[in-house]
């Protein structure tokens, strides 16, 4: 029975990175005249939309595959290409249902025959064997058929990560060596740069169908100028761009070609550039080539790269665009596209120089990639001591030195000591203790009549007095007179006593002064000469308040004329003050006044009936709670014999106060505040006229 499913070439595009091998290669299949149709896998999550529109110009089938990713790929960095771990994508091919057989492909070969009588072999795998050690196929080109057996135990190894290599070729050549059907090398040449064997190269190229550029390093990746011998390697190199400028030297599509990628600008720019170019290149984005090798450049800082456009190449394709003086432009006619580069005005300033690049275009660039290491960071057992001695450590001598003296008077400076103020008046007292005593005659009685400075024996406290209250010019005659005609002439109560008064006393407790002589301006009144001022006296000390003057029960001695506390009834008092107050007024008026009215009793504050006064014995019984009934006074003989007549007691009227007393004291409901109740009709009547 004739299956109706198609047969197809198939490839695989993990990433934009083999975009130009994918599509060298389907150029090539075509160009070699097959039959078959061709199909691409690509994972959609590394595959831009701009690379997908140039697969699709060319293959028949694109079709979205899932990544499987080898998740533990140690092997590929020992293989040292990481940049392989998610080739284990390929065995995606075993459940595309839809094809009968499918011949594939890598993308990074190139069709030099079309091998389309793999399409029908008879075995349901075949591979041509992988270039030397060991024994093995090269996943490179598969003839296969799609099934889901082999799909789910190819899947069911790759998800435990079973592969040799960590790719795609040691899982399959472990699934499918032992059957598999070996093709002639013809179909998969690998010639690498290290091992190319020229004789066979020679002798067998006419029969190559297939070229495959494996290893990190691809055609595209090394620029066309790369390999321009007559190896077999680079003849194969050869025909892959032999097959690229076919299609695509004149065209758009440059970039991830090394040293093919034309920025925009200067496509613009340039006089001979086609129309369809520009067109192209506007609708195109910017893509720069990529510099790195491949092994090196891990899946996710290639796609960094990808925005990173390298300057050195457009440097390579055309010359800069030269800047042009205004006065320069002017001579010569220019196109629309030039006159971008000639706004630069240096007329008033030297031209910068004429071969000059952009800015910065020689900065240097460092890529880092990043770590595909999947092993988890594990702390190491003890990590080194701190360091001791961290601290800052005083020096034990002393650094500082005394700077050496520069002038003469640094030499013999006093030493600096502190001095405080009270140890300077005992000095001075001392030594004004010998003055006086020097200046005395010998006997004391014999006071001489003619001393002028006054010398004093000056407590600390009052370390002024030790000064003499004179000025030098205080005995020239001329000045006292002056002076004394100013104080003829004086007016006012101010009293000035002067000097030479002698019937000034001396205070009993002053220490014995000389007092001064003669008209001084300068005179200080003492104590006694000072007008008394209307001021509060200051309290006199006592030798000891709070000591001997207790009596026996410790109690403060009562003051005179004041009554003793026992003794004292406020209310009586303030009664009696009253009284005699309006007697006063009374007399001294000449009038009727109304007689004192009793101050009202009130009720007690509520819980405090039972409290007396500690000092008060009541003269007479409590008369709590009777607002009405007057209150007893107290009789004359208790005020101290004093003859005052208590005057009638009067009815007190009730007082505006109506708060709520007692009663709030009780907590009981009183309203502290509330809302008027509406008029009633008959106030409202009242209100109203
Ligand atoms: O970044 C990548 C890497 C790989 N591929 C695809 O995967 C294929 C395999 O990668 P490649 O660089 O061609 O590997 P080789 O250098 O050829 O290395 C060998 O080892 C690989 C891993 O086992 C096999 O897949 C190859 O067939 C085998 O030739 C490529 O052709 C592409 O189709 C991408 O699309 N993007
Ligand atoms: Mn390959």
Redesign the pocket.
């Known amino acids: 029975m004739a299956s109706s499913r198609e047969d197809v070439y198939a ?5 934009d ?2 975009l130009p ?2 599509l060298v290669l389907a150029h090539s299949l075509r160009d070699t005249g097959t039959t078959r149709k061709l199909a691409v896998l690509y994972t959609a999550d ?1 595959v831009s939309t701009d690379a997908l529109a140039e697969l699709k110009k060319l293959f028949d089938y694109i079709i979205p595959v899932e990544r499987i990713v080898n998740d533990t790929p140690a092997n590929l960095h020992l293989m040292d ?1 990481p ?2 771990h ?2 284990f ?2 065995i995606t091919l075993w459940r595309q249902l839809q094809f009968r057989r499918i011949v594939y492909v ?4 190139v069709a030099i025959r079309a091998p389309d009588e793999l399409f029908d072999l008879p075995h349901a795998f075949s591979a041509a064997p ?1 270039i030397g050690w060991p024994d093995i196929f ?3 080109l598969m003839v296969l058929n799609p099934n889901m057996g082999d799909y789910y135990a190819l899947l069911g190894m790759a998800q435990r990560g079973i592969s040799f ?1 960590g ?4 899982l399959l050549n472990m699934y499918f060596r032992p059957t598999y059907n070996r093709l002639s090398f013809t179909y998969n040449v ?1 010639p690498s740069a290290h091992y190319q064997y020229l004789p066979a190269y020679r002798h067998f190229q006419s029969s190559i169908s297939m070229g ?5 390093s ?1 055609p595209w990746t090394q620029g066309r100028e790369a390999h321009k011998s007559f190896t077999p390697y680079d003849e194969m190199v050869g025909r892959w761009w032999a097959v690229y400028d076919r299609h695509y030297r004149e065209s758009a599509f440059q970039y991830h070609v090394k040293g093919e990628f034309k920025p925009v600008d200067i496509i613009i720019s340039s006089p001979e550039t086609t129309e369809a170019e520009q067109t192209i290149s506007q609708a195109l984005p910017m893509r720069p080539t990529i510099e790195q090798p ?1 092994h090196e450049a891990p ?1 996710l800082s ?1 796609v960094t790269e990808i925005h990173d456009p390298p300057v050195q190449e457009v440097a390579e394709r055309e010359p800069e665009p030269r800047f042009e003086s205004q006065s320069e432009s002017q001579s010569q006619p220019q196109t629309e596209a030039e006159h971008q580069y000639s706004a630069w005005d240096a007329s008033s300033r030297a031209p910068p120089p004429v071969d000059s690049k952009p800015e910065a275009q020689n900065f240097p660039a460092t890529h880092y990639d990043m770590s595909f290491d999947p092993t988890p960071f594990k702390a190491p057992e003890r990590y080194p001591d701190p360091p001791k001695d961290m601290y800052y450590e005083v020096p034990k001598t002393p650094t500082y030195q005394k700077p050496t003296p520069i002038f003469p008077w640094e030499k013999d400076a006093p030493k600096a000591t502190r001095v405080f103020p009270e140890d300077k008046l005992e000095e001075l007292d001392e030594s004004l203790k010998d003055v006086v005593v020097s200046a005395r005659p010998e006997n004391e009685d014999e006071k001489s009549p003619e001393i002028t400075t006054a010398t004093v024996n000056p407590t600390p406290m009052e370390p002024w007095r030790a000064f003499p209250h004179a000025n030098a010019w205080d005995d020239i005659p001329e000045i006292e007179r002056y002076i004394g005609n100013l104080k003829k002439n004086r007016r006012g109560n101010v009293q000035v006593l002067h000097g030479t008064s002698s019937t000034v006393q001396q205070a009993p407790n002053e220490p014995s002064t000389t007092q001064i002589q003669g008209t001084k301006l300068t005179d200080f009144p003492t104590e006694l000469e000072r007008p008394s001022l209307p001021v509060t006296p200051a309290p006199i000390r006592r030798p000891s308040f709070w000591g001997e003057e207790r009596d026996e029960k410790g109690e403060l001695p009562g003051a005179e004329g004041v009554p003793s506390q026992e003794d004292w009834d406020p209310s009586v008092q303030l009664e009696q003050l009253a009284r005699r107050q309006s007697e006063v007024l009374a007399t001294k008026l000449g009038q009727d006044i109304e007689p004192p009215r009793q101050i009202p009793l009130r009720p007690l504050l509520f819980g405090s009936e039972q409290i007396t006064s500690p000092t008060y014995t009541a003269q007479h019984p409590p008369t709590s709670g009777k607002a009405a009934e007057p209150a007893p006074t107290q009789s004359v003989e208790e005020l101290g014999g004093k003859a005052v007549e208590p005057a009638p007691i009067q009815s007190m009227e009730e007082p505006s106060y109506k708060g709520p007393s007692a009663a709030w004291e009780k907590e009981e409901a009183v309203l502290a505040q509330e809302t008027p109740a509406p008029p009633s009709e008959e106030e409202k009547d009242v209100l109203e006229t």
């Open positions: 490839t695989l595009l993990l990433n990175f083999y091998g994918a590394g290409r940049d392989l998610s080739t994508t390929k890598d993308a990074d070969m992988d090269n996943t490179g290599d790719a795609d070729q040691g690998t495959h550029f494996i290893g990190p691809k491949l899946e290639k």
